[in-house]
C-alpha cells in the first residue's frame, strides 16, 4: 500500500510540474501502474462531476463570449475608484462575488490590474489589496453553489440528505468571515506605499512611469451583456432552489431526480438561452480564457480522481484500520489532510474528489466535512499559482512578491487566516445546524 501511495504521490507532482491538462493525463499514467503493476481494479471515472463541471463552465463561457464578465468588471471598476481608500475592503468582496457568481477563479484576472492602479494612484500599498483579493477569488469556490468543488461535495453528500442548502448555510458566512479576516490583517501589512524601500528603488530608476489610468475593458454590446449575467444568474438561483427543496425536483418511479442530472439541465440550458438570446458565436465561448481553464479542470478531475478513487478502493480496509481512531479523535487532521492535498493538487475540485471519500469511508460526520471543506483552498501556499503570479505581475511598484525564503510572499499569511478563520467558523456554524 506505501509502494502504491508513493507513485500515488508521484504521479501528482509530475502532473502539477506540467501544468495545464498535465494533472489529468498523469493520472491515467498512475492507473496503469495500479492496474497492471498492483493488480487494483479501477473503479468507474467519475463521470458525473465531470458532465456538472463542462456543463457550469459552458454558461460560464458564453456568459464571458457575450460581454457579460466585462460588464461585471466594469460595475466592480466603478465601485473601486468611487471608494479608492477602501480599496483592501472592497477588492476581495469584488473577486469573492465574481467568483461565487461564476463558479471559477480565474474570473479574477480581469480585475486585478484595476485593483493594482487603484491602489498606486491612491497611495495604497498594492499588495494589502491584491493578497487577499486573490485569496478571495479561491475561498469563494467552497462556497458557490455551481463551482466544480462545491458540486463534487454535494454528490458525495447527497447520500445523507445533506441539501445544497444545508452547505451553503455553512460554508458562505464561514468563508465570507475568513476573508474579511484576512483583509482586516492586510490592511497592515509592509510599509506604507511611499516608504517602501522597492518602490523608492523603482521610482528613482523610472521603472513606475506615470499614472497609465487603467481602464477596464469596453463592453461592446451592454443590453447583450446585461443579459447574459441575468440569465446565469437566474440559472444560479434555480440551482440553489431546486437543491435547497427537493420536493420541488421532478420525481420518476418515485425517487426524485438527483443534483447532478439536473444541474447539467439547467446549465445546458442557461448556456444555449445566453448565445441564442444575445446571438452570440458559440465558437467564441469555447475560445474564452474560462472555457480553457474550466476543461483543464474537468482533465485534471478526470485523471486525478479516478486515480485517487482506484488507490483508495483497492486499500479501504488498511487505511480505515489504521488511522479511524486517530482521525475520529482528532478531526481537524482530515482538514490538514484536504489542505495538503490541495497544495499538491491544485484544484479543489480534484481535492475533493480525492480525498473526500476517505473521509466519509472513515466516520467522520458529514457536517463536519462541510466545515472542513474550506480546508482545500490551499494551492495558494507555493506562489506559483496562475492568479498568484498574475497578481505579482499587475503590481509595478514591487510590494506584491514572492519573498527571500519563496514561502513568505504576499500571499501567505492572508490566506492562513482566511483558511484558519473560515474553518474555525464553520465548527461554530454546525453546532447551530
Known amino acids: 500500500m506505501i509502494l502504491q501511495l508513493i507513485f500515488v504521490l508521484l504521479a501528482i ?17 498512475g492507473l496503469v501502474i495500479l492496474t497492471f503493476v498492483f493488480g487494483l481494479q479501477p473503479t468507474a471515472p467519475p463521470v458525473d462531476v465531470m458532465l456538472m463541471i463542462a456543463a457550469v463552465i459552458s454558461a460560464a463561457a458564453s456568459m464571458q463570449a457575450a460581454g457579460g464578465l466585462d460588464y461585471m468588471v466594469k460595475l466592480a471598476e466603478h465601485l473601486l475608484r468611487k471608494n479608492p481608500s477602501k480599496v ?18 480565474h474570473v479574477a484576472y480581469s480585475v486585478l490590474p484595476v485593483i493594482a492602479e487603484v491602489a498606486r494612484e491612491t497611495k495604497i500599498r498594492p499588495e494589502r489589496p491584491l493578497g487577499i483579493a486573490v485569496i478571495a477569488s479561491q475561498q469563494a469556490i467552497t462556497a458557490s453553489p455551481i463551482s466544480a468543488a462545491t458540486v463534487a461535495l454535494l454528490g458525495m453528500l447527497t447520500e445523507f440528505e445533506i441539501t445544497l442548502l444545508d452547505v451553503l448555510l455553512i460554508t458562505i458566512p464561514s468563508t465570507l468571515l475568513g476573508v474579511l479576516a484576512g483583509a482586516i490583517y492586510s490592511m497592515h501589512v509592509g510599509k506604507e506605499l511611499e516608504d517602501d524601500p522597492e518602490y523608492q528603488r523603482r521610482v528613482r530608476g523610472n521603472r513606475i512611469g506615470e499614472s ?25 438561483l434555480l440551482v440553489v432552489l431546486f437543491g435547497s427543496i427537493p420536493s420541488l425536483r421532478p420525481a420518476f418511479d418515485g425517487k426524485t431526480l438527483d443534483m447532478p442530472l439536473l444541474i447539467e439541465i439547467i446549465m ?18 469555447a475560445e474564452g480564457s474560462v472555457f480553457s481553464s474550466g476543461m483543464q479542470a474537468v482533465i485534471a478531475i478526470f485523471g486525478i480522481a479516478w486515480m485517487g478513487d482506484t488507490f483508495l478502493n483497492g486499500n479501504m480496509a488498511e487505511l480505515t484500520g489504521s488511522i479511524e481512531s486517530m482521525v475520529n479523535s482528532m478531526p481537524w487532521l482530515f482538514g490538514l489532510a484536504l489542505f495538503v492535498m490541495s497544495i499538491l493538487l491544485y484544484s479543489q475540485a480534484a481535492t475533493v474528489r480525492a480525498v473526500m471519500p476517505l473521509g466519509i469511508a472513515l466516520g467522520i460526520s458529514p457536517m463536519l466535512l462541510i466545515a472542513l471543506f474550506p480546508a482545500v483552498n490551499g494551492y495558494f501556499f507555493f506562489p506559483n499559482y496562475p492568479t498568484v503570479v ?24 492572508p490566506g492562513l487566516i482566511a ?7 464553520g465548527f461554530l456554524l454546525i453546532q447551530l445546524f
Open 13 to 29: 507532482v509530475l502532473g502539477a510540474r506540467l501544468g495545464g491538462i498535465g494533472l489529468g493525463v498523469i493520472g491515467g499514467v
Open 88 to 105: 483592501t475592503i472592497l477588492s476581495p468582496l469584488v473577486t469573492y462575488l465574481f467568483t461565487f457568481v461564476a463558479g471559477t477563479g
Open 212 to 236: 497609465e489610468n487603467l481602464q477596464s475593458k469596453d463592453v461592446q454590446n451592454m443590453h447583450r451583456a446585461r443579459l447574459s449575467v441575468i440569465i446565469f444568474i437566474l440559472a444560479t
Open 268 to 285: 445546458l440550458s442557461a448556456a444555449a438561452f445566453i448565445l441564442l438570446l444575445t446571438h452570440t458565436d458559440g465558437i467564441k465561448a
Open 390 to 413: 498574475a497578481a505579482i505581475n499587475f503590481d509595478r511598484t514591487g510590494t506584491t512578491r514572492i519573498g527571500k525564503w519563496v514561502l513568505n510572499h504576499s500571499f501567505m499569511m
Open 419 to 425: 483558511t484558519f478563520v473560515a474553518i474555525v467558523t
